[in-house]
């Protein structure tokens, strides 16, 4: 079993800042890929970012110059930075673990920006 456990969420004000963690423990051999998924009301969960084991990363063009993602492999933990918060950019995000190509999730944490 694989348990991942996010934190950091909260509500801030446009403009604002705010770093989500996830940590993951358990049974976990080897973490491929880690990622943050978002899902606001009414709409599809999106990818927001990934970053595999080497360091390299993706973004969706929505939070590029804005998002950070990083990961420390010796906590298995992947952190998101989210600096100029938009209303838009609130939503329940999620965090993605990949282990022997199986994807496990995370429970979600709610951000919520305020205009």
């Known amino acids: 079993q694989v348990q991942l456990v996010e934190s950091g969420g909260g509500l801030v004000q446009a403009g604002g800042s705010l770093r989500l963690s996830c940590a993951a423990s358990?049974?976990?051999?080897?973490?491929?890929?880690m990622g943050w998924y978002r899902q606001a009301p009414g709409k599809r969960r999106e990818l927001v970012a990934s970053?595999?084991?080497?360091?390299?990363?993706n973004y969706a063009d929505s939070v590029k110059g804005r998002f950070t993602i990083s990961r420390d492999n010796a906590k298995n933990t992947v952190y998101l930075q989210m600096n100029s918060l938009k209303p838009e950019d609130t939503a329940v995000y999620y965090c993605?673990?990949?282990?022997?190509?199986?994807?496990?999730w995370g429970r979600g944490t709610q951000v919520t920006v305020s205009s």
């Open positions: 993605t673990v990949d282990i022997m190509q199986r994807n496990y």
């Open positions: 358990g049974n976990i051999f080897s973490i491929n890929a």
């Open positions: 970053i595999g084991r080497s360091g390299t990363t």
